[in-house]
């Protein structure tokens, strides 16, 4: 009923005591469910597994990781597989002529107690991993990594351009970086104050 007539004969007398104890409670409750509800926010939460397929911007190659399998390097014209990488892998590219990139695990985070050395991006080609790069050769000031709820931000991969570069953007710039010669080039700094897309 959306509304009821007063109540007569009622002791109104202890009336604002229980209306105190309701707000209370009420309040404790709404307390509870957004310290249990906002919980997981505090925290950069982990992406599930889910199978990657990714291909060439000439559409020569596609790369399939499958979840609890390997990384299949394909030929697009005929279907074949053409080699293999070990292990399933979330942050996957392929250029136009067949180079791999793989991204770190924590895709563009790096925990709290990363180590310097840490490999950011494994290149691979025919079966191979031909290079690792690693945080210190993408950034090169530690102090410029931004702090997350749990982690540090680095950067993010986007992905192989037309001219076969891989294309890598952190926190103090764009790379490109040749997947044959493992050069690494500065492209354009961000400025001060600005943020990384």
Known sequence: MLFSPPERNVDHSLRPAYDDRV??????KLMLFCALVGAPVWADPPLPPA??????????????????????VYCMS????????????RSVFVSDTGFVAIGDAGI???????????VLIELWHDGRLVHQIRLGDLVQNSKLL???????????????????????ITVEGR???????????SSQPIPRGKNPP
């Open 108 to 118: 563009n985070l790096l925990p709290l107690n990363y180590k310097s050395d840490v």
């Open 23 to 28: 707000r209370i409670a009420a309040k404790l």
């Open 78 to 89: 005929d279907g074949r597989a053409l080699w293999k990488i070990p292990s399933w892998h």
């Open 146 to 168: 931004r702090r997350t709820a749990s982690h540090y931000y680095w950067g993010t991969i986007s992905g192989f351009n037309t001219s076969n570069l891989l294309e890598v």
């Open 175 to 185: 790379v490109s970086i040749n997947p044959e010669t493992w050069s690494i080039r």
């Open 51 to 72: 199978n990657v397929v990714v291909w060439s911007e000439n559409h020569s190659y596609f790369v399939e990781s499958v979840q609890n399998g390997d990384t299949t």
